[in-house]
């Protein structure tokens, strides 16, 4: 069986390197804050002391931290990953980050004669947990079939997307579309409730009317609720949005509905609601209406 | 049983009016444009000269027409509504209207004795067919719950929203989101095709993720397709977003997604797609990337 190496033991990370070890791979974990490894260490993995250590000892090293400075800091730090793979090794990367970083860790790691997978998901910890995560991703067909069979043990769906990068380019438009799907929800909830309609129905119209959206479904009940509890914070989008904005510039195309979204998640930002749920953007609303939703 | 006068037979009124017919009620009708009666007249519909004949003769009188002009000229024109009606007479109006003017109108049904509610529908024309329209409603429950009988026969549900006025808040609030959500639906789109992803994959994608929306559920294969057969225009979607943005500048909040997706709707429209489905304000975005999505 492929031995794995699994880095970032995050929120993400955790479960899905625990589904490996389920599954009866071999595995050694690395995390930058130790402690988060002993409980992999309890279900049967190694800990690496570093990424290099990592990659040595893996097949397939698989990625999954927060942004591009981390990963930058995990593949070409000191002892990064890049000076630890062998040739024939596989390198995957779940995390989400910029085109841009994906290709140049593609090409480093095409150098050292091994393959670059750009893997970024969706579904946020319970999916991690039960193993129905959706991939798309982006590298060769034949690298991602010789390791088809880990995307089929952390996930329920594989969607090649094409050559390197890809699979960054259609999280960061993916998340383009939730962020602006979420502002929508929350600008709709304040022209009704500025008008004196119960958020209940409106949102039980929204549901039932060609308004309905996923994010009407996770985020609705929630907002009348004032319940911002972190699925997948304001921060996080507000990256998402900061990188799709840097692509969208880079090649030269208007996107206007993902500026104005991106200005909005940062004045989220900025008044203080980075780490609670992105739907807490609905609080700029509340102040411009002069009420909360759902009371 | 209810003697019911509708007016308004284009693509949404002739079926609501069927279907009120094929429930046994008996129903006078009137067009602006005679031709449009004869299918109804053939089911047994009478015909009437006018609005005013048509509400003369009516214990319930439905408008379902185009748009503001449309109805003030229907209910206030010479031969109009508010010269037919008698004490006694619900007057429900189906069309998607101004708020401001909806209460105009219930109050000069209230000087006549007669009662109104604002009943605008979600729900394009298939459902009307099959009457499984959702109405959203503002008026007095009482005067609702004495006609929920012609709501059941025409649609599927009916969310009462509050006092006259409400039913029109709630579908411009609800049409803020459908053309916020089919414009983060273009943006993506966009994002990703300039990348060079496969659309139908991208669409697999945000249908599967949290990105996914009934914007995308209906019009994400056509926009690949490059079908934009009418099904809601694109010209209903800029009057809807425009009679939303009079609501929030009359009201004084700031909704700064609507105030752009009715700048690229107007954009739509002025480069001539108006008479086409709405999701074919995608073609803004096929020209800024200089190429079509799915292909």
């Known amino acids: 069986m492929k031995k794995i190496g699994f880095i970032g033991l995050g929120t993400m990370g955790a479960p899905m390197a625990s589904n490996l070890l389920k599954a009866g791979y071999p595995v050694t974990v690395f ?51 890049l000076a630890g793979i062998r040739p024939g090794t596989t390198v995957i990367d779940c995390s989400t980050i910029s085109p841009a970083l994906v290709k140049r860790l593609a090409a480093q790691i095409a150098e050292l004669r091994g393959t670059f997978l750009d893997a970024p998901v969706t579904g ?47 999280k960061l438009a993916h998340n383009t579309i939730v962020g602006i799907n979420n502002l929508a929800l929350a600008e709709g909830f304040a022209i009704a409730a500025k008008s004196g309609l119960p958020a209940d129905r409106f949102l039980e119209l929204v549901q039932l009317g060609s308004a309905g959206s996923k994010a009407a479904e996770l985020k609705g009940r929630k ?73």
């Not at 952390?154 to 990068?165: A, E, P, Q, S, Y």
């Not at 807490?280 to 939703?293: N, P, R």
Request: charged content about 20%.
């Open 124 to 170: 946020s910890s319970p999916a991690a947990i039960d193993g129905t995560l959706v991939f798309m991703v982006g590298g060769s067909a034949e690298t991602l079939a010789q390791v088809m069979d880990l995307f089929d043990t952390m996930g329920k769906k594989v969607l090649h997307m094409g050559d390197n990068g890809s699979g960054a380019v259609a």
């Open 31 to 81: 995390n930058r804050t130790a402690s988060k490894a002993a409980p992999l260490a309890e279900q049967g993995a190694s800990v690496a002391p570093s990424p290099k250590e990592t990659a040595v000892w893996a097949d397939v090293v698989i990625t999954m931290v927060s942004n591009d400075e981390s990963i930058a800091e995990v593949y070409e730090g000191e002892n990064g990953v």
């Open 223 to 295: 907002i009348i609720e004032h319940d911002f509890t972190n699925q997948f914070s304001l921060a996080l989008m507000l990256k998402d949005l900061k990188l799709a904005s840097a692509l969208t510039d880079g090649s030269g195309i208007p996107a206007p509905m993902l500026s104005l979204a991106k200005s909005l998640f940062q004045s989220g930002q900025t008044q203080g609601f980075g780490e609670e749920d992105l739907s807490s953007v609905v609080k700029l609303y509340e102040a411009w209406i002069g009420k909360q939703i759902g009371e």
